[in-house]
């Protein structure tokens, strides 16, 4: 049974880095789409970025361009999420997600199939 585990998440000051990773098992990434989004409390799931199977197109939210990278390590099977000038609204637990539906890169969460359980990113001065 695949398994996502996610890793990297903490507790940061307003322009701190981050970076997440998303790591399988049971499956290879390199042949999955893959999505990252955020719960923050009280709040409805989002889609911060994703990266489409083959081609490696990316997507990302409005409220993070510029400041997030996602990347592949095919070398290891991990996708990353890079975060950088973090602020308090970035604050939420972070999920990585996986989906084998070709196409574009996807931001809505029904996309994807299988999902991690989270890790907590906190910014707080």
């Known amino acids: 049974q695949a398994q996502l585990v996610e890793s990297g998440g903490g507790s940061v000051q307003p322009g701190g880095s981050l970076r997440l990773s998303c790591a399988a098992s049971?499956?290879?990434?390199?042949?999955?789409?893959v999505g990252w989004f955020r719960q923050a409390p009280g709040k409805e799931r989002e889609g911060v970025s994703s990266i489409s199977i083959y081609d490696g197109s990316t997507y990302y939210a409005d409220s993070v361009k510029g400041r997030f990278t996602i990347s592949r390590d095919k070398a290891n099977s991990t996708v990353y999420l890079q975060m950088n000038n973090l602020k308090a609204e970035d604050t939420a637990v972070y999920y990585c997600?996986?989906?084998?539906?070709?196409?574009?890169?996807?931001?809505?969460?029904?996309?994807?199939?299988?999902w991690g359980q989270g890790t907590q990113v906190t910014v707080s001065s």
């Open positions: 049971g499956l290879t990434l390199d042949y999955y789409g």
């Open positions: 997600a996986t989906t084998n539906t070709l196409g574009a890169p996807f931001s809505r969460a029904y996309h994807y199939d299988a």
